[in-house]
């Protein structure tokens, strides 16, 4: 009686356009017109200040203190927040728990979770999460940086080649901006003079906190902030590996995946 062959999983298909690596070339090339053209320069401003007010307050919302963006047309933009409200932290806690209970059959997720229902009361009612906050908007500047590459590397929501590129250089733009500010506070007396005289609506810049709060120089806020910034570009990449290049992902069509995310 004769075996049927082993069933093997369907090699990923290649990605319709022009590969990855001249899609982030061009990407690369294109970022610099956000800084330097007047009309697109502002646009630039804009996007960087919205993502970057809104990892504050993403951040702000986690730990209990109500917030909104605040950006305003003549070059200013923060994040208002109220007090801490006790019952949004007991509400995040009771998801911490919650999530921690759905994944009690899975180990590592169990135990990540269960990490962070720990950690979360620890970190709300200290100076934590007020450090949390206040590297939260170049955090967010950076996160979504790397939805960006991802969304570059692996097609977009319409495999386009113009979608693929415009996601590449404004992920681009907001690495590199990361990056010059880090590595200017990091090396320059300069460019830390001009960062403090540079808070929107007069308040202290987020990295002049953050550095009194740990007893640190300007320039180690900067270094920490650097290290964070140029782990974004492998981590995107390596998160599209894993998911987009996966071979049993890939062999299902994007429209069933999207069925079943919504029906998750």
């Known amino acids: 009686m004769r075996r049927s ?40 401003w804009f996007l960087a200040s919205l993502v970057h007010e809104t990892g504050h307050c ?43 209970w759905k994944l009690r059959r899975h180990e590592r997720g169990r135990l990540v979770a269960a990490g962070a229902v720990i950690l979360y009361p620890l970190l709300a009612f200290s100076q934590g999460h007020e450090l949390i906050h206040l590297l939260a908007g170049h955090g967010g500047e950076l996160a979504f940086a790397g ?22 250089a404004c992920a681009w733009f907001l690495l590199g901006r990361n990056v010059v500010l880090d590595f200017g506070l990091m090396s320059s007396e300069v460019a830390r003079t001009a960062y403090a005289g540079n808070g929107s609506f007069g308040l202290t810049q987020d990295f002049i906190r953050a550095a009194r709060m740990l007893g640190w120089p300007l320039g180690g806020v900067g270094a920490l902030m650097l290290l964070l910034s140029l782990l974004t570009l492998p981590l995107a990449w390596w998160v599209w590996r894993c998911v987009e290049c996966n071979p049993a992902w890939r062999a299902i069509p994007r429209e069933r995946r999207t069925i079943d995310r919504r029906a998750a």
């Open 58 to 100: 993403v951040a702000a919302w986690i730990f209990g203190l109500p917030a909104y963006p605040a950006i305003r047309l003549d070059g200013h933009a923060a994040a208002m927040h109220s007090e801490q409200k006790l019952v949004l932290v007991a509400f995040v806690w009771a998801l911490l728990g919650w999530v921690t």
């Open 5 to 44: 062959p082993a069933p093997t999983l369907p090699r990923p298909p290649k990605a319709s356009g022009p590969p990855p690596w001249l899609v982030m070339g061009i990407g690369a090339c294109l970022a610099p017109s956000l800084r330097l053209l007047p009309l697109l320069q502002y646009v630039g």
């Open 147 to 168: 939805i960006f590459f991802f969304r570059a590397l692996s097609g977009g929501f319409t495999e386009s080649t113009a979608e693929r590129i415009t996601y590449a």
